[in-house]
């Protein structure tokens, strides 16, 4: 079988499509094209995996007509004219949305292919609504995007597809936990709470987290591991107070999140496609969305998790020491709810997300 996979632009868009693609190519043996941006993340990530790249000039999209958007479309145009005979030949086509899909999705329609959505956010992204008027069904990661697609349009709730280590982080926890300990010089008995904001970091979440330290001081009983993103390891390394019996761990960027994963006990994150990392690996939660994300979806996301009873919310122009403190203090302090809200998390998740999603794409290639 031949599958196209596209879409891309962010970490958070390609690993989950590359998760497909694996599964796709593991255990079904299909032949791969991935069809992507050439200067997104998918452009290194896809070739390092030894799937085919086809590479296009995109723009961004916007919800609102303006230059950007008429740009972005007659570039969605030439680039679905660009790939429409490797469209052509293809038995599906796999979509994960953003701006990168555009073309590949424009040309499946052209070409008469079948084509599979993936969305991970709660709202959908402009590019997947409007093809979801000609997809033969879309996977969802929240339940509530349904009613945000047209009326009529197959949904199937599949969850969003994570990286085989991060799958494996429940069967492997103490393995990993020790490895994490070596790893970021971390101790056995404190109770570990991970800041992430994504692979580029938070600024705002960093710069909150370097004035709740002091307040943290004292603890002996607490640990923090802050991936700060490459931009912005000073904001927290230079708060951290030597003397201080807490102990802080800031890096750029974490390449092993497994054992990030593994060793935390609490995580406060940022409620982009990383919750469903948190979730597979049964972690409690404080999010709080990026507040300029397109049509506050990262707002829609972190309430359906909290609503599951996985997560805490805290909205960013609510963040500040005192909240956060208290956020973290509350939790840490409940080791109950912190497992009552990790088995909802388990039950919100779905681990065999990439199966699920190949079994789709599988069903609507053999039904052409």
């Known amino acids: 079988m031949n599958v196209i996979v596209t879409g891309g632009g962010t970490a958070g868009h390609v690993f989950p499509a590359l998760a497909v693609a694996r599964e796709l190519r593991d255990a079904h043996g299909a032949s791969l094209t991935y069809i992507g941006s050439t200067d997104g993340q998918e452009a290194t990530l896809v070739p390092a995996e030894g799937i085919a790249f086809v590479g296009l000039r995109v723009a961004s ?5 303006s230059l950007s958007t008429v740009r972005a479309a007659a570039l969605a145009g030439r680039g679905a004219r660009a790939c429409r005979d490797v469209v052509a030949r293809a038995d599906v086509v796999v979509s994960i949305g953003g701006f990168a899909s555009a073309a590949a999705a424009l040309a499946a329609r052209h070409a008469r292919r079948p084509l599979v959505l993936m969305e991970p956010n709660s709202v959908p992204g402009i590019v997947n609504r409007i ?23 197959r949904v199937e709730r599949t969850g969003n597809p994570v990286r085989p280590e991060i799958a494996g982080v429940l069967g ?8 994490a300990r070596a790893a970021f010089d971390l101790e056995e ?3 570990t709470v991970l800041v992430v904001g994504g692979s580029q970091g938070a600024l705002h979440i960093d710069q909150v987290v370097a004035e709740t330290l002091p307040r943290f001081a004292d603890r002996t009983d607490l640990q923090l591991l802050v991936a700060t993103g490459p931009a912005h390891l000073d904001v927290v390394a230079r708060a951290i107070d030597p003397r201080a019996r807490l102990i802080v761990r800031a890096v750029p960027f974490i390449e092993r999140m497994d054992r990030a994963l593994a060793i935390a006990d609490l995580v406060v994150s940022r409620a982009g496609g990383s919750v ?3 979730a597979v690996c049964g972690l409690p939660a404080i999010l709080v969305p990026y507040p300029f994300a397109t049509e506050h979806h990262q707002d829609a996301n972190a309430h359906e998790v909290a609503d599951a009873g996985a997560a805490t919310v805290i ?6 020491p ?3 403190s208290a956020g973290i203090l509350e939790l840490m302090g409940d080791r109950d709810r912190r497992r009552r809200m990790g088995e909802a998390a388990l039950a919100w998740a779905r681990p065999d997300a990439a ?3 190949a079994a789709l794409a599988l069903e609507v290639a053999e039904r052409r």
Do not use: C, K, N
């Open 315 to 320: 909205r960013d122009d609510a963040l500040s």
């Open 189 to 191: 008995g404190r109770t």
């Open 322 to 324: 005192s909240t956060l």
């Open 276 to 278: 469903a990392e948190l």
């Open 131 to 153: 093809a979801a008027r000609w997809a033969a069904v879309v996977a969802t990661t929240f339940a509530a995007t349904a009613r945000r697609l047209p009326p009529g349009v």
């Open 61 to 65: 999209a916007q919800s609102r007509f």
């Open 355 to 357: 199966a699920r999603i």
């Open 172 to 179: 492997a926890r103490d393995r990993l936990r020790m490895e």
